[in-house]
């Protein structure tokens, strides 16, 4: 049986209840370790959880306006949608404080792979190349 694509009204139901945003001070509950990057829109810092001490990374953004925090919200919430089950990346929790979005994912050590694409240009080992389409698939 072929599983059957859900409507709009659905599709917008389902992404309006994966993409969570909390709206009280993330400080509470993670501590800012050391900035580890910036991207297109976003700042990367390395953080630990209060609760537990685990790594991972946060992803600060100040949205220019209303559709581009809309932009972001979505995309949060289509990355919740996939990662039932065995995600790429897991998405620890997400809040809208302050006029600023903070995502919350797992830390990937590795980090961004261009850089060491570029360096080794494009000679990379093979079993480096399982590893990293394995965790990707």
Not at 6 to 26: G, I, M, R, T, Y
Not at 32 to 51: D, E, M, P, T, W
Not at 90 to 116: H, N
Request: aromatic residues 12%.
């Amino acid at each position: 049986m072929v599983n059957q694509l859900p409507s709009e009204d659905q599709f917008q139901s389902e992404l309006a209840k994966a993409a969570v945003f909390h709206e009280e001070d993330p400080s509470q509950y993670y501590d800012i370790v050391k900035k580890i990057g910036y991207g297109g829109f976003a700042r990367v810092f390395l953080c630990k959880r209060k609760s537990d001490g685990k790594e991972c990374a946060l992803k600060f953004i100040e949205p220019k306006n209303v559709k581009e925090r809309e932009i972001i919200r979505n995309e949060l919430g289509i990355m919740n949608m996939c990662a039932e089950g065995d995600g790429v990346i897991e998405c620890f929790q997400a809040f809208d404080f302050k006029s600023r979005l903070w995502i919350f994912l797992e830390f990937m050590d590795w980090g961004c792979l261009t850089p060491m694409v570029e360096e080794r240009r494009g000679n990379i080992p093979e079993n480096v190349c399982a590893y990293i389409l394995y965790k990707t698939l």
